[in-house]
Structures are given as C-alpha cells and as structure tokens.
C-alpha cells in the first residue's frame, strides 16, 4: 500500500473514532429517547465505517460480508425504533 494511502486510512479512522465517541456520549447523556436512537444508528455506521478503511488498509475483502450484514441489521434496528417511538409497540 502507498504511503499517501495508508496516510489517509489513517485520518479516516481517526474521524470515525472521534465521531464514534460523540455518538457514544450522545448515548450516555441524550436528552430523550429519539436522541439515543439516532446516536445509536450513528454509531452503527460508524462501525461499519470502520470494519471498511480497515478493509482497505489491508487489502482484504474478506469483512465486506459482514459489513452488508451489518449494515442490513442497522436498518431493521433503525426502523424497528423508530416504529416503536411513534406508536409505543414494535408490531
């Protein structure tokens, strides 16, 4: 891998971590339970961020399985919330 490359995995890791740890405070300390489930899929996607420069600095495609797996998970959680914070049941 090229330096510039690994240099800009790099930096993108660090913004998903700082962006990881606010949503994680959004979580802790969200005013209302809408807050939290927006922080929530933000972190998911933060994750999936993740799993994917990571992917890349290493030249492996072996996680990108996981990662629509992942992703599919996030969407169902997210609906299943956001269903649930506007009726008061999931089903």
Not at 33 to 45: G, Q
Not at 46 to 75: E, H, K, N, P
């Amino acid at each position: 891998m090229s330096p510039f490359v690994s240099l800009i995995a790099t930096a993108c890791l660090t913004a998903l971590l700082a962006t990881g740890a606010a949503c994680l405070y959004r979580m802790a300390l969200g005013p209302g339970a809408a807050d939290r489930a927006v922080a929530f899929d933000a972190l998911a996607n933060v994750f999936i961020g993740i799993i994917c420069v990571l992917c890349i600095r290493w030249g492996s495609a072996l996680y990108f399985d996981a990662v629509w797996i992942l992703t599919l998970v996030g969407f169902l959680g997210s609906a299943s919330i956001a269903r649930f914070l506007e009726r008061g049941r999931v089903f």
